[in-house]
């Protein structure tokens, strides 16, 4: 089988919380650079708020899911989570706002190992759920 990626669900509020985060971060440390007396400083921390800004972005878009072969590939920007399907014991629907590679609050609770769990929200959650074999659990 060919690995099948998955988008993120996204609600739109989440992306307009990161917007505003990015927004006020921004105008925070240039409000900071601004009043700095060193010049290096100043630079100094408007790279960090746009490296702060970028690996928002990149988390933001970078959120997916893979399903190739015997694993399941979890991307949120740089970080990487490999879950083979194997070991998924259980997934259920939820809600919960822990925080998660999930773009969306729609979401399943993938629990796997020894005590293992992640939440995801994949957009096409029927497509998902078939790729790796599995049906939600009714708990």
Do not use: C
Request: aromatic letters at 6%; a positive charge.
């Amino acid at each position: 089988m060919a690995a099948k990626r998955f988008k993120s669900k996204v609600d739109r509020w989440i992306i307009a919380l990161l917007a505003i985060v990015i927004v006020a971060e921004v105008f925070a440390i240039a409000n900071a650079a601004i009043r700095a007396s060193d010049p290096l400083v100043a630079t100094a921390m408007i790279l960090l708020s746009i490296a702060i800004a970028a690996l928002i972005v990149w988390l933001t878009l970078g959120t997916y899911y893979v399903v190739d072969r015997d694993k399941l590939i979890v991307a949120a920007g740089p970080i990487r989570w490999k879950v083979p399907i194997e070991q998924i014991s259980s997934v259920e629907a939820t809600r919960s706002p822990l925080s998660s590679p999930a773009l969306s609050l729609d979401r399943l609770r993938i629990r796997y190992g020894k005590n293992r769990r992640i939440l995801i929200s994949p957009a096409d959650k029927a497509g998902f759920l078939k790729a790796i074999g599995h049906e939600v659990s009714k708990e």
